[in-house]
């Protein structure tokens, strides 16, 4: 049995105070500081809910741990001669994810232990694979279902807005914080139905903002959302509150950009597969059991949730746009 | 029409799961990966014999239910096994 955990790597700085948090349905101890993933309340016997070990590693303990010999190429992006993300699977190791200037991280098997090797760069910066990319690995292995999506919870629902990059999800998301609702979960959504109801569980805390969304705001504006802690890559990081609570989805929002030709707002009467594997995250996890959840989870999805096909109308502001879903949101009850 | 579908037992292989939709039957089978759709009617009709195994008593509940002659119903029928059998989601059975 090849399990790489705690005992087998050599830890960076084992002796911090751990971070607790509760996200993408996981309770978190990590032995670093995650300002984006918001911190657990302190309680009498907290330490009994976590179940999910996430610890900094030295890259060559991972590197000469990981067990090349039954291990196979489940997940590339960029170029096959020179790609820019990699994942291996081992089925007793697990996986173990490489994105050239963010490092390697394995993520066990079970999904209850990850090992991060960053290379030296600020912590806004690696963790953004942290949460972007491993976290949601492990949600997937431990039974949620991970959606490229943004979510934002008005009253006692979440809305959750989905579709291609580039689509708007994050700028609608970002209006709507503006307007006074609470972030859910930023571009990757954990689903869960536990009681049968389908919820969306609190993800990362930090917002990515396009420089051109944040130079649409009025000065301050980003600062009164939250913590501007980094830029990178054409994008500003803005650290918001998050909402602490699985939501139950009361809607779906799929995000298209159109030339206005059609009606904005148009509910899909026979939602099917597509249409909610195509928003699908980390597909390189390629199990039986997550195949039978994945469509456990979209059938309910389909049956009990509206699906809304929102084509972004050309000229529209994100602002314009958020007033109008959330008005439309309303309306549906 | 294939005689011994009419006279077998027959199931969903346990690697191939359904689940209902708004508007269809989606049918996983997990051996290949491969996702298969049916109407809703093939929906209720794969459902019904999943739950009774055998064709005819199949034929009798969902003609009660569809309000079709039975010769309509057994020919439907017959013909979603057909195909069913075919991409290996559904598998005839020993009865013992």
Redesign the interface.
């Known amino acids: 049995m090849i399990a790489i955990g705690p005992s087998v790597l050599r830890l960076r700085a084992p002796e911090v105070r751990r971070w607790n948090s509760r996200s993408f349905g996981l309770e978190l101890s990590l032995g670093f500081d995650a300002p984006g993933l918001p911190r657990a309340p302190a309680a009498i016997g907290v330490g009994a809910l976590v179940d999910t070990t996430v610890d900094l590693v030295y890259a060559d303990s991972l590197r000469a741990a990981w067990p090349r010999a039954g291990s196979r190429r489940t997940g590339l992006m960029g170029p096959a001669e020179r790609p820019v993300m990699t994942v291996d699977e081992h089925p007793e190791a697990g996986y173990l994810i490489h994105l050239r200037p963010y490092g390697r991280y394995l993520v066990s098997s079970d999904g209850r232990f990850i090992a991060c090797a960053p290379p030296s760069v600020a912590w806004w910066y690696w963790q953004r694979l942290l949460i972007g990319q491993v976290l949601p690995a492990a949600a997937a292995l431990r039974g949620y279902e991970v959606l490229h999506a943004s979510a934002v919870r008005i009253g006692d629902r979440a809305l959750a807005f989905a579709g291609a990059p580039g689509a708007g999800k994050s700028s609608l998301a970002l209006r709507f914080l503006q307007r006074g609702a609470t972030l859910v979960a930023e571009d990757v959504v954990a689903v869960g139905d536990p009681l049968g109801r389908l919820t969306v569980e609190p993800g990362a805390a930090m917002v990515n903002v396009t420089d051109d969304e944040a130079s649409l705001s009025e000065a301050g504006d980003l600062a009164k959302l939250g913590q501007v802690v980094g830029r990178s890559h054409g994008k500003v990081h803005v650290i918001v509150p998050r909402e602490e609570r699985a939501t139950p989805l009361a809607v779906m929002y799929l995000l298209e950009r159109d030339d206005g030709a059609l009606p904005m707002f148009e509910e899909l009467s026979g939602v099917g597969v597509a249409h909610v594997f195509r928003n699908s995250f980390v597909s390189y996890i390629y199990r039986a059991e997550r195949m039978i959840r994945q469509l456990d989870l979209a059938s309910l999805l389909a049956r009990t949730v509206p699906v809304i096909r929102l084509r972004v109308q050309p000229g529209w502001s994100a602002a314009r746009l958020a007033e109008a879903v959330e008005a439309h949101a309303e309306a549906m009850g | 029409m294939e005689p011994r579908i009419t006279t077998a037992h027959l199931a969903v292989p346990e690697h191939v799961?359904y689940?209902?939709?708004?508007?269809?039957t989606?049918l996983?089978n997990?051996k290949t990966?491969q996702?298969h759709?049916l109407n809703p009617v093939a929906g209720r009709m794969l459902e019904t014999l999943d739950r009774v195994s055998q064709f005819e008593a199949a034929v009798a509940l969902l003609t009660s239910e569809f309000e079709e002659s039975a010769d309509r119903i057994s020919s439907d029928l017959a013909e979603l096994c057909e195909r069913l059998l075919e991409r290996g989601l559904l598998e005839i059975r020993d009865p013992s």
């Open positions: 799961v689940r209902d939709f708004a508007s269809e989606v996983l997990i990966g996702y759709g």
